[in-house]
């Protein structure tokens, strides 16, 4: 069974820092692996999606990697902001029996000290 | 605007009396799906559609039922809803199933008393 695991859950660090949020799974057969942002009472924004045949996917400040041989994918923030502050998902799809499945994990929560 | 309406956005109710919850989109995306996100639980799949008369279950199914009359329009029905659906529903839609990108509406708190 697949399982996405998101460490830490929760992370503080200083306006300026670069920074780097972990995504593990347990099962490397993945369609593709998408990173969202969540804010407060609000839904989820997608922030990148990395094919499965792809390795990192750059936009702006964020690059997402991904290796799928090790089960892992980082999205890294350069230049972190308090407008960065927020919950940070990430989502594997799999296609089982033609049908794609997505799994989330369950978020790191990032804050960003002014 | 692109985008992904959820309504009501909050909603509070009693045991057993039927509610929906819709969702409309407005990108002529084929694929839509509800999830409840749960302390601790994170994000699970309800349902799904990949097109337009075409649903299945996701995850956690149970006590839930969809509709895909129509393109756009994606309701969750609860038919008797019960304390423990109580939580953050979100719909989502994407161009052609979950390998594209996939926009989230903005969320509907239930509360089943």
């Known amino acids: 069974k697949q399982e996405v695991t998101q460490i830490p859950a929760a992370l503080s660090v200083p306006e300026g820092e670069n920074l780097v949020l972990n995504c593990s799974f347990t099962?490397?057969?993945?369609?593709?692996l998408q990173w969202f942002r969540q804010d407060p009472g609000k839904g989820l924004t997608s922030l990148l999606l990395?094919?499965?045949?792809?390795r990192e996917q750059t936009s702006g400040r964020l690059n997402a990697s991904l290796d799928k041989s090790s089960g892992r994918s980082t999205l890294y923030i350069a230049a972190s902001q308090p407008g960065d502050s927020a919950t940070y998902l990430c989502?594997?799809?799999?296609?089982?029996?033609?049908?794609?499945?997505?799994?989330f994990g369950k978020g790191t929560r990032l804050h960003i000290l002014p | 605007e692109a985008q992904v309406t959820q309504n009501p956005r909050y909603l509070i109710t009693v045991t057993g009396k039927k509610l929906t919850v819709t969702c409309s989109q407005n990108?002529?995306?084929?694929?839509m799906s509800w999830y409840r996100q749960d302390p601790g639980l994170g994000l699970r799949q309800i349902y799904y559609?990949?097109?337009?008369?075409?649903?299945d279950k996701g995850d956690v199914p149970e006590g839930y039922k969809v509709s895909r009359k129509e393109k756009r329009n994606f309701p969750l029905i609860l038919e008797s809803p019960s304390p423990n659906q109580t939580s953050l529903y979100f719909c989502?839609?994407?161009?052609?199933?979950?390998?594209?990108?996939?926009?989230f509406g903005q969320g509907t708190r239930l509360t089943v008393v």
């Open positions: 989502a594997v799809i799999r296609v089982v029996n033609r049908d794609d499945k997505i799994i």
């Open positions: 099962d490397s057969a993945i369609y593709n």
């Open positions: 559609s990949m097109n337009v008369e075409v649903t």
């Open positions: 989502a839609s994407a161009l052609q199933s979950m390998h594209t990108e996939a926009f």
């Open positions: 990395i094919q499965s045949s792809q």
């Open positions: 990108m002529n995306h084929e694929y």
